[in-house]
């Protein structure tokens, strides 16, 4: 079993920087996706960005590339997310997850429409509010 505990959250106001972590226990397959989702409230839980295990290819929602840098620590277990350049639309709970194994010929685009029912293992967030 796979748990997933989220850190790092506050508030900060416009153009701030925030950095959350995650930190996983239990085994993480190698051909598995793991990032972080936000849910804003009245709205949909939406995915920001991911790391595909198998090659460690990163992917990001639109609105937050360029601002936002995903990256982990094997060492450590723990999944990081660099968040800089702040609006106050990136206000959200924000979740850490991972999925199960995938299938072999999993396309690896781990926000792909879809994949993200594949998320198996879900910390229980962290708040990240943004102010103007």
């Known amino acids: 079993q796979v748990q997933l505990v989220e850190s790092g959250g506050g508030s900060v106001q416009t153009g701030g920087s ?41 992917y990001y929602a639109g609105a937050v590339e360029g601002r936002f840098s995903i990256s982990r620590d094997n060492a450590k277990n723990t999944l990081y997310l660099q968040m800089n350049s702040l609006k106050p639309e990136d206000t959200a709970m924000y979740y850490c997850a991972a999925t199960r194994q995938l299938s072999y010929w999993f396309s690896g685009r781990c926000l792909a429409p879809g994949v993200k029912s594949s998320f198996t293992y879900w910390g229980q967030g962290t708040q990240v509010t943004v102010s103007s």
């Open 18 to 58: 925030l950095k959350l972590s995650c930190a996983a226990s239990g085994y993480i397959d190698s051909n598995s996706c793991i990032g972080w989702f936000r849910q804003a409230p009245g709205k949909e839980r939406e995915g920001v960005a991911a790391i595909y295990s198998r090659n460690d290819a990163t």
